[in-house]
């Protein structure tokens, strides 16, 4: 062990997966039990993770593989989940294009200079060497895959264009994203600059995350909401399509092929569109019926989702029988439980457990009984 950190750690040789059913359920096989796992499982509600981070900055820390790696793990020592997904940020991204972006204590992510004017548009980088950017990111996913010991699938992720192009113009988080949102209304091809700009640099990230070990790419388009469906169509479903399709035709080029999940958050009138955008799961929110999206997405795909992060408040056995509704609404085939959202800081790991284990309990005896 001594020397482990001399050898250089290559995306090959990983150990085998032994436990493949988070894939199976992505691609609609049948599956024993339904996989689980949380969006921000890796996060502030564990001890461990708020003393691994303490006064670490936290881009300094994105930027580590070792902290990457030993954060992706810590969740999986505690919960028997059925993927990880690997520690790391949405905002990577501007930051390789050459936006400043900082975690300000108490704000969230901010950035000192955002685009305010199409012409702001020069000052990023168009050309983005991935590898020399992001490959940090790399390098994470590949000593994760190594030291994850074939326990679980490794997932990579990305923020959609739309999503990371409303942080940029906003300078951080925002309640209307009206400044955002005025660039699509009055600088409509400018919009679609960007948005081909920031389609560029996510395709090309993904296929280094494939490449460096991922076995499964999420695209995180958490700011769907605030579009209404003519937007929608506009300025996020194109560009979602295409990172879908230019990735897919990549990986087949070299006989490859992972799953790749949308989640496009409160996007709930885009659901058929979603379900026909060569993902093969769609990712729900909290704020969508099951049994509708079953109906409504025709069997095209898996689903994920999408249990309110809130009910993890409930006691231990209202978790339970919450988890046995969303189970009978999606049905167990070509179904992946998660949240509807990513796990708040306050909440308690007793209660994680509790929603893994019911995941599983219930999704066993469920199986039984088809």
């Known amino acids: 062990t001594e020397l482990c950190h001399l050898v250089p750690i290559l995306p090959k040789d990983f150990p085998q997966l032994k436990n493949d059913t988070f894939l199976r359920a992505a691609r609609g096989e049948e599956t024993e039990h339904v996989p689980v796992w949380c969006m921000r499982q890796a996060g502030r509600y564990l001890p461990e993770f708020r003393e691994f981070r303490a006064g670490k900055d936290f881009f300094d820390t994105c930027r ?18 059925d993927a990880a997904i690997i520690f790391s940020d949405i905002l990577v991204v501007p930051q390789a294009m050459g936006m400043d972006v900082q975690m300000v204590a108490g704000k969230g992510p901010t ?5 305010k004017e199409p012409e702001d548009l020069q000052r990023l980088q168009v ?3 991935v590898e020399k ?28 264009p739309w999503t990371l192009m409303s942080y940029m113009i906003e300078g951080g988080g925002s309640n209307t994203h009206s400044k955002a949102k005025r660039w699509l209304y009055r600088h409509p091809e400018a919009s679609h600059m960007l948005l081909k700009m920031l389609t560029d640099v996510v395709v090309e990230y993904l296929l280094g995350q494939v490449a460096a070990g991922a076995q499964a790419l999420q695209v995180f388009e958490s700011h769907a909401g605030i579009l ?17 399709r230019r990735v897919k035709d990549k990986l087949k080029e070299k006989g490859q092929d992972v799953p790749m999940i949308v989640f496009a958050k409160d996007a709930h009138y885009g659901l058929e569109d979603l379900s026909q955008s060569y993902y093969e799961v769609v990712g729900l929110d909290w704020t969508i019926d099951p049994r509708s999206a079953r109906e409504r997405t025709g069997g095209r795909v898996s689903l994920q989702g999408n249990m309110d992060p809130c009910a993890l408040y409930s006691p231990k056995e209202c978790i339970s029988d919450i988890v046995r509704k969303m189970l009978e609404g999606f049905g167990t085939r070509g179904y992946i439980a998660n949240l509807g959202h990513g796990l708040y800081p306050d909440m308690d790991p007793e209660n994680v457990g509790t929603f893994v284990e019911a995941v599983h309990q219930h999704s066993i005896q469920m199986n039984k009984q088809v």
Do not use: M, N
Not at 228 to 244: C, E, H, M, T, W
């Open 133 to 160: 950017e992001l490959g940090y990111v790399f390098k994470a996913i590949t000593l994760t895959r190594h030291k994850i010991e074939g326990k679980v699938p490794l997932i990579g992720f990305t923020g959609a």
């Open 64 to 81: 580590s593989p070792e902290a990457c790696c030993e954060l992706t793990l810590q969740p999986l020592r505690r919960f028997p989940f």
């Open 127 to 129: 050309k983005v060497d």
């Open 111 to 115: 950035f000192p200079e955002p685009l």
């Open 228 to 244: 209404g469906p003519v937007q929608f169509k506009d300025f996020s479903l194109p560009y979602l399509r295409d990172i879908a």
